[in-house]
C-alpha cells in the first residue's frame, strides 16, 4: 500500500521536470512583452523589424557612473594579480584573499557573545572604477553590533590603502556593487 508521501513524492519528482519549461515559457514570455516580440502595429498589414543582434549594454551607458551588479569580470581582491592561471583559479583565490582579510580583521562583539546572537550580516559596497570601496551599508544585521563590525572590517580596506581590481565590461574598468556575507558563530 503506497503511503500520501510516497504519492506526493512521486508528484514532487514529475513537477521537477517541468519547473524548467515552465520557468522558460515565463522568461520567454516577459522578454517577448519587453522587445515587443508579436506585438500589433496601427496597420495589420505592417511587421516589426527586430535588429538581428540586441546590443545588450549600451556603450554610452558604460561610460557614464552607473553601477553594475554584474560585469564580464567581476571585481577581485588585492593579491592575485600576479598569479599565472586562469581567470577561474584567479577569482577562487581573490576569494580566499577576502575571506582572510576579513576573518583576520573581524572581532565577534561582546555584548553578540554575551547574548548569543549568531547569523550572518550582508554589507554592501560599490568597487569603483579606481578599485576603492566606496558607498558601504549594511544590508542585513542580525544585531549586538555585529553589523558594525562587519562595516567596520570593510572600511578597514581604504584605510590600510587596499585597492581592489575594478571589474571590467567590454574591457573597461566599471563601478561594480559587491555584496559580502560574514557569518557570525559561537562554538
Known amino acids: 500500500m503506497k503511503t500520501t508521501s510516497t504519492v506526493c513524492l512521486g508528484f514532487s519528482a514529475r513537477f521537477r521536470l517541468i519547473k524548467p ?10 522578454a517577448a ?16 523589424n527586430l535588429p538581428e543582434t540586441i546590443d545588450w549594454i549600451d556603450p554610452e551607458f558604460q561610460k557614464t557612473n552607473a553601477v553594475f551588479r554584474v560585469a564580464e569580470q567581476m571585481p577581485r581582491f588585492p593579491g592575485c594579480e600576479d598569479l599565472a592561471g586562469s581567470e577561474i583559479e584567479k577569482h577562487h583565490c581573490s576569494a580566499q584573499k577576502l575571506l582572510d582579510f576579513v576573518y583576520k580583521n573581524l572581532r565577534y562583539p561582546a555584548l553578540a557573545r554575551k547574548n548569543g546572537i ?3 550580516v550582508v554589507v554592501s559596497f ?25 562595516l567596520r572590517v570593510v ?3 581604504n ?6 581590481e575594478p571589474g571590467k565590461q567590454r574591457g573597461s574598468p566599471v563601478r561594480v556593487q559587491f555584496a559580502l556575507p560574514v557569518n557570525y558563530k559561537l562554538n
Open 126 to 150: 560599490i568597487v569603483e572604477k579606481s578599485g576603492k570601496p566606496t558607498s558601504m551599508e549594511i544590508l542585513r544585521d542580525i544585531g549586538g553590533g555585529c553589523g558594525a563590525e562587519a
Open 159 to 164: 584605510e590600510k590603502g587596499l585597492k581592489w
Open 155 to 157: 572600511n578597514l580596506m
Open 118 to 120: 549568531s547569523g550572518t
Open 21 to 30: 519549461a515552465l520557468g522558460l515559457l515565463f522568461f520567454g514570455g516577459i
Open 33 to 48: 512583452f519587453a522587445f515587443g516580440i508579436g506585438k500589433q502595429e496601427s496597420d495589420p498589414g505592417t511587421t516589426t
